[in-house]
């Protein structure tokens, strides 16, 4: 069976980002970049899954500029057999993203793909659950357990108010969350040996998928500041201020 | 122009979600909603009455009772013709659903909308709500999804919407539901609670989370909550997690025990109106943000605290 993984290179998840001061954007210049942490889970997935013997072979995939092939070295150290660079400088929207991905399943033929729930740089969440649409496949998003069979993916998802658990038929999509699991850390021999490893380069073109845009950004502009609040000295005092200044309780 | 909303229910009961949603879309046009599960009757009649619904199309099948999306956005798909927005609530279900209808239309998505300015205008957070984009679109349809904390909820009562019964979509028969396990409780839901009550990692262990906070959520009559540290150390099941990857709340009032103030919780609480935080720290960065700090061990403070408010 094999396993298909996306995996985005986003702005590392411990930096708080700064807006530029035109608002055309988030300034990430000079700042650290790492593998979207969603979709880490989803190469640990996809390697435990080969670990016992569900998988026999994974391809990680990404998208985006020249440096997208460190998040794809990555992947390799972690345990990914091959990996799939389809470069490009331009901004990708989510349903173009799930048209690449299509195509290269489309040549792959992956019996389950496993993507993060969602990118924490655009937060949008749209891309797993696009991809299984375009393939017709089913999808199991917010996934917080897997397991294969021949036929089938069962997988428990986290829904508002609990779990619910659903029976895929393959080739399915996978949406991790975070319950899924702990990614591994890497060693430094693995990175070495990842070096090794096949990385291909292809492009939109190549895939024949035109990169079009519907969604222009006019403004990115920095959250409303709350303004700062006063320290009370104890309880009393704080019920106080509920009760008579801001009138919550 | 219209509007199509996807309800969400449980085949029962509308939830308060859809009520989010239309509200939101109150500017965008004439709504109507979408009820498509089995036996559904009752949430027909529900979405009926809420003001500003001009109709409700109904659909009914086995195979819409469990939501799944494979489903429901073939049905979407069917219904969209006549509509320039698809529109859902950012809850687990919406979430789930909203991008594979877009996919299938071949249009956009906007994802968890805090602001409609206009009809091609829209407003969302980024990077964990450190900064929000207005996003322009002259897409010829739009899927969009808003964030339920970012609108109030339209009248329940007082609408009455014409019922249109709809053919249900093809069978799918990609998937097939399994089991749901709900944690049912006396509390108010977590995402349209007045007061949340939340704890983090200082609690210390699942015993003394449910000790410490269970009497003051009593006495406020309050949902509980928690940072994902807490969940992560188990002291809470992962629905009570607010924050980037948990969930989104905004309630009159939220008070916050010993949690930090780490991005990944802020980003799910800093709508509240007001916000108390009760730390031993006195630079932990949640006093940032909150509209009174209390600084102190939060096993003395909360029960003290508890017990101020019974007087």
């Known amino acids: 069976m094999k396993a298909l993984v996306a995996v985005k290179r986003v702005v590392d998840y411990n930096v708080k980002v700064r807006v530029k001061a035109d608002g055309s954007d988030v300034d990430i210049e000079n700042v650290k970049m790492s593998m979207n942490p969603f979709d880490e889970i989803a190469v640990e997935e996809a390697v435990r899954l080969k670990e016992a013997g569900k998988v026999s072979e994974i391809v990680a995939v990404s998208l985006g500029g020249k440096k997208s092939e460190d998040t794809l070295r990555t992947a390799l150290a972690m345990g990914a057999d091959r990996a799939l660079h389809i470069e490009t400088d331009e901004k990708l929207e989510p349903l173009t993203v799930a048209k690449l991905l299509k195509a290269v399943a489309d040549k792959e033929q992956p019996h389950i793909l496993l993507l993060g729930k969602q990118a924490i740089d655009d937060d949008a969440g749209q891309t797993a659950q696009m991809l299984a649409a375009l393939m017709n496949a089913a999808q199991g998003m917010f996934a917080s357990k897997v397991e294969l069979t021949e036929q089938e993916a069962v997988v428990t998802r986290e829904i508002d108010g609990g779990l619910e658990t659903v029976a895929l038929t393959l080739p399915a999509v996978i949406g991790v969350d975070l319950r899924l699991n702990e990614p591994r850390f890497v060693k430094l021999p693995n990175i070495m040996a990842a070096k090794k490893k096949t990385l291909e380069k292809t492009s939109p073109a190549d895939l024949g998928v035109a990169v079009v845009s519907h969604l222009n950004v006019v403004r990115v502009a920095e959250p409303k500041a709350r303004q700062t609040g006063v320290k009370v000295a104890n309880a009393a005092e704080l019920v106080d201020k509920l009760k008579n200044e801001a009138k919550v309780i | ?311």
């Open chain 2, 1 to 311: 122009m219209s509007v199509l909303i996807i309800a969400e229910h449980d085949n029962q009961q509308l939830n308060p979600a859809t009520l989010h949603a239309v509200k939101a879309a109150a500017g965008l046009g004439e709504i109507h909603v979408l009820v498509a599960g089995s036996n559904v009757a009752a949430v027909a009649e529900a979405a009926r009455k809420i003001q500003g619904v001009a109709k409700v199309l109904v659909a009914e099948a086995e195979y819409y009772r469990h939501g799944l999306a494979e489903e429901l956005a073939a049905l979407a798909v069917k219904s969209a013709e006549p509509y320039r927005y698809l529109l859902a609530t950012a809850s687990a279900f919406g979430k789930n659903l909203m991008p594979r209808v877009a996919a299938l239309l071949d249009v956009p998505q906007i994802s968890d909308l805090t602001e409609i300015v206009d009809g091609n205008t829209f407003v969302r957070p980024i990077y964990a709500g450190n900064a929000f984009e207005t996003i322009q679109t002259s897409s010829e349809k739009v899927v969009l999804t808003i964030r339920a904390a970012a609108f109030e909820t339209a009248a329940a009562e007082g609408g009455a919407a014409a019922l249109e019964q709809v053919e249900a979509a093809a069978e799918q028969k990609l998937s097939r539901f399994v089991s749901q396990e709900l944690i049912h409780s006396d509390r108010p839901d977590l995402g349209s609670a007045k007061v949340v009550v939340s704890g983090g990692r200082a609690l210390g262990s699942a015993e003394k989370f449910n000790e410490v906070l269970t009497p003051l959520a009593d006495v406020l009559g309050a949902a509980i909550g928690a940072s994902r540290a807490a969940v992560d150390a188990e002291y809470a099941p992962n629905d009570f997690q607010v924050g980037q990857t948990g969930k989104i709340v905004a309630p009159q009032l939220y008070i916050a025990v010993g949690i930090s103030g780490a991005i990944q919780h802020t980003a799910g609480m800093q709508d509240s109106k007001v916000i108390v935080a009760i730390n031993k720290d006195p630079d932990a960065q949640i006093f940032n943000i909150a509209d009174y700090g209390l600084v102190g061990d939060l096993f003395e403070i909360v029960p003290q605290l508890t017990e101020a408010l019974k007087a």
